[in-house]
Antibody, heavy 120, light 110 residues
Framework: EEQLVESGGGLVKPGGSLRLSCEVS????????MHWVRQTPGKGLEWVSLITSGSRNTYYAVSLRGRFTISRDDAKNSLSLQMNSLSADDTAVYYCVRDQGDPSRSFDLWGQGTMVTVSS | QSVLTQPPSASGTPGQRVTISCSGS????????VNWYQQFPGTAPKLLIYGNHQRPSGVPARFSGSKSGTSASLAISGLQSEDEAVYYCAAWDDSLNGPVFGGGTQLTVL
């Protein structure tokens, strides 16, 4: 079964850091581009970051202002998101998402999400 | 505020046909294909329509998508109670170099 399982979420103080992980199984991870997408009750779904296959390219939402870093370890079938200088605006459920690879860059597989809460 | 504009709510009775609109601009819907996602409470979104009108395996044919210019629509025919969910449109934005989403439409089956 194709599966994405996120971990690493939790409560962190403003200004703090957190590292999210996504364990992949059931499909050839190295072939796919992967994304992180977050969701808040107030702002809905928001794309966070993209890493292409082979880690050739990485892209980030402009609003993140260089605070997040996406990475992947194809040998370990793992995707990560390092988040620094966190603020209340970063409070959200973070999803690990697979890019189907079609021209529309649709997201055909989602993890269950991991909650990140930034609060003092 | 979301980059793509959707009505916050829509409703219909069982068996009816309902459409949900999604409005964007030349840098997203106007130049790239639209995808639609369905989300039930407490669960992750699920891909419903991709490439404007294509259905992934397992999605019933009563779900259809279309696009014209800088707008897109999701149509659900033969509405069923289990279709009650939030529906999101999305499209790649060439100016932002990433995908953008609509704010979501809560569909209620009366």
């Amino acid at each position: 079964e194709e599966q994405l399982v996120e971990s690493g979420g939790g409560l962190v103080k403003p200004g703090g850091s957190l590292r999210l992980s996504c364990e992949v199984s059931g499909f050839p991870f190295s072939y796919y581009s992967m994304h992180w997408v977050r969701q808040t009750p107030g702002k809905g779904l928001e794309w966070v970051s993209l890493i292409t296959s082979g880690s050739r390219n990485t892209y980030y939402a402009v609003s993140l202002r260089g605070r997040f870093t996406i990475s992947r370890d194809d040998a370990k079938n793992s995707l990560s998101l390092q988040m620094n200088s966190l603020s209340a605006d970063d409070t959200a459920v973070y999803y690990c998402v697979r890019d189907q690879g079609d021209p529309s860059r649709s997201f055909d597989l989602w993890g269950q999400g991991t909650m990140v809460t930034v609060s003092s | 505020q979301s980059v793509l504009t959707q009505p916050p709510s829509a409703s219909g009775t069982p068996g009816q046909r309902v459409t949900i609109s999604c409005s964007g601009s030349s840098s997203n819907i106007g130049s790239d294909a639209v995808n639609w996602y369905q989300q039930f409470p407490g669960t992750a979104p699920k891909l419903l329509i991709y490439g404007n009108h294509q259905r992934p395996s397992g999605v019933p044919a009563r779900f259809s998508g279309s696009k014209s210019g800088t707008s897109a629509s999701l149509a659900i025919s033969g509405l069923q109670s289990e279709d009650e969910a939030v529906y999101y449109c999305a499209a790649w934005d060439d100016s932002l170099n990433g995908p953008v989403f609509g704010g979501g439409t809560q569909l209620t089956v009366l």
